[in-house]
């Protein structure tokens, strides 16, 4: 069975930095893209991050040149690393495993909060 597991979330203070990570098993890895979204407080859940089976990727505008999405096809796993982090970055982030024609899944998601 299919499964992600996202790690690494925090309180951070404004300019900090995290790296989140997600763990994928019980899946082919190397064929699907990865997302990270992120949803905070009275908000809809929004796309930050994502990275193609062929490792392109394509962000949010209000998270480029801070955020970085990759991927490890040989251990399974995706980052999404946050420098310069802001208020406003304060959500819930989840990871995304989708592709054409394949099933999506989803992570139960890892808070990030910044704050003083």
């Known amino acids: 069975q299919a499964r992600l597991v996202e790690s690494g979330g925090g309180v951070v203070h404004p300019g900090g930095s995290l790296t989140l990570s997600c763990a994928a098993s019980g899946m082919n890895f190397r064929v699907y893209a990865f997302g990270w979204y992120r949803q905070g407080p009275g908000q809809q859940r929004d796309m930050v991050a994502i990275i193609s089976s062929v490792s392109s990727t394509n962000y949010h505008d209000s998270v480029k040149g801070r955020f970085t999405i990759s991927r490890d096809n040989a251990q399974n796993t995706v980052e999404l690393r946050m420098n310069n982090l802001k208020p406003e970055d304060t959500a819930v982030y989840s990871c995304?495993?989708?592709?054409?024609?394949?099933?999506?899944?989803w992570g139960r998601g890892t808070q990030v909060t910044v704050g003083l």
């Open positions: 995304r495993a989708f592709g054409h024609g394949k099933t999506d899944y």
